[in-house]
């Protein structure tokens, strides 16, 4: 008789990747009365820096795929344009919303919706979307908030947070703060670093960092692939930032607050601009407690 477990084997389809790409379904063919006012366009890959400048290459650092962008007119009122980017993988748009997170009022549409000013952002499952009119009106702010509805409601399914995003309790750290990223280059455009890679970032690992309530300070939490990698990372920044730290890992820079760095299993924890020594140490310990 035939294994069980061959039979399934030899049965069970592969797993479907899904397609990449902005689906068409996905741009509505007006909103209000507001209607495309132009082709569709799409950018892949590098294609980006054809619609963009120096930005693309923050969506690239988040493993950008491809933008869909569609502009939408109305006779005497502002125009309204629709962004739509394939990041991949829900981590990947979580990340790329939080790049821009915190800059307005939350709003009821996809994920973590924000709007202000004419602009609406948010992230649901692999997308990234941006809604925006440059000059607010009460019927544009409206129709703004429509289109971005109509999008959120296209996307049939949401995206999972990453893991370790809840790492770190919400009620820690300053909402607007908080930044998921892998790469060396987004942590310096929030906090500068160095411009080498010190903590050797890479699409491997996966970075946290926020504000934190307790005393202002900055907490960077990076998981690395494995412990061998996290310990020399560690030794690494502590090489060339805290030079004079020691295996204590805890020093005063040059700004008179205190940073610390340490190493468990495969993350890394460092504590930037802490008030004291002492609340540097604290915080290090309690980050210590919570990882697995």
Request: glycine content about 8%.
């Amino acid at each position: 008789m035939i294994p069980l477990i061959v039979l399934l084997t030899a049965t069970m389809a592969p797993a479907e990747t899904p397609p990449s790409g902005v689906p068409q379904e996905l741009i509505p063919p007006s909103i209000r009365q507001w209607k495309v006012a132009d082709s569709l366009r799409r950018y892949a890959g590098r294609e980006i820096f054809e619609y963009m400048d120096g930005a693309g290459e923050v969506y690239l650092a988040y493993g950008f795929r491809e933008i869909a962008v569609q502009r939408y007119a109305r006779a005497n009122q502002e125009e309204i344009l629709l962004e739509v980017f394939d990041m991949g993988t829900p981590a990947m748009a979580f990340g790329t919303f939080t790049y821009m997170k915190g800059r307005g009022p939350a709003v009821p549409i996809g994920q973590d919706g924000e709007f202000k000013s004419g602009l609406l952002t948010f992230w649901k499952d692999r997308y990234f979307v941006c809604v925006k009119t440059d000059h607010e009106t009460e019927a544009s702010a409206g129709a703004v908030l429509d289109l971005g509805a109509a999008v959120a409601g296209a996307i049939p399914r949401e995206g999972e947070r990453p893991a370790l995003v809840g790492m770190i309790p919400p009620a820690e750290y300053m909402p607007a703060s908080l930044r998921y990223f892998s790469r060396h280059e987004i942590l310096n455009n929030h906090f500068y670093v160095a411009d080498a890679n010190l903590l050797r970032l890479s699409e491997r690992t996966e970075c946290l960092l926020v504000r934190l309530n307790r005393d202002r300070s900055h907490l960077l939490l990076v998981r690395y692939p494995d412990a061998a990698l996290a310990d020399s990372a560690r030794a690494s920044f502590l090489a060339g930032y805290l030079p004079e730290a020691g295996q204590k890992g805890i020093l005063k820079t040059e700004n008179q607050k205190w940073t610390a760095c340490d190493a468990r299993g495969g993350y890394v924890i460092v504590i930037f601009d802490a008030p004291t020594e002492r609340q540097a140490g604290e915080t290090l310990d309690w980050m210590r407690r919570r990882l697995p």
